[in-house]
């Protein structure tokens, strides 16, 4: 499965990058590292939650920038100031909103996919093994909260980038 999704996404590329050479006199500068990372991006929404979602998308952006902020503001002298974190500084003001964003964003589609379980499963990706092996048909004793299958997802996307980086 996840040799023909990486072939799907690169193929995809490929034709975009054809596509722009067609339409340019013969020549086209490409900026192979950006390429790479939407490759990279489109396979991990892809395995992780089984198609090209675009909130998929959203939260690796919104990863990739909370990753950002992380390490920008881990050599400030003022992070060593007991609580500075929950201050309302820029960084902290926006790094506190992308979490939410994310949060959001996977619980919903977690969510779908738990209305959708009667019609079409779980499916047979990343988000589908996780809750077929501890979704909420464990009611009694859950093996996973909700909060634990989001954070799940959010390694699944900071490794799927990490290892492309």
């Known amino acids: 499965m996840l040799a023909v999704t990486v072939s799907d996404c690169v193929g995809l590329m490929?034709?975009?990058r054809e596509a722009k050479l067609e339409k340019s006199s013969g020549h086209v500068?490409?900026?192979i590292s950006c390429q790479f990372e939407k490759v990279a991006?489109?396979?991990i929404s892809r395995v992780a939650f089984g198609r090209n979602h675009?909130?998929?998308?959203?939260?690796?952006?919104a990863q990739k920038e909370l990753q950002f902020l992380a390490f920008?503001?881990?050599f400030n002298v003022w992070n060593l100031v007991p609580g500075f974190r929950?201050?309302?500084t820029k960084n902290n003001v926006k790094m506190h909103t992308l979490n939410k964003e994310v949060r959001s964003i996977l619980v919903n589609i977690i969510k779908n996919r738990l209305n959708c379980k009667d019609t079409m499963g779980y499916g047979n990706d990343m988000l589908g093994i996780i809750l077929n092996a501890c979704g909420p048909e464990h009611v009694?004793?859950?093996?996973m909260s909700m909060d634990e299958i989001i954070e799940e997802c959010k390694t699944f996307y900071l490794a799927g980038h990490e290892t492309t980086a």
């Open 14 to 16: 490929l034709s975009d």
């Open 29 to 31: 500068e490409v900026d």
């Open 41 to 43: 991006a489109n396979v």
């Open 54 to 61: 675009k909130e998929a998308k959203q939260v690796y952006l």
């Open 72 to 74: 920008s503001s881990l």
């Open 86 to 88: 929950y201050l309302p």
């Open 140 to 143: 009694q004793n859950p093996l």
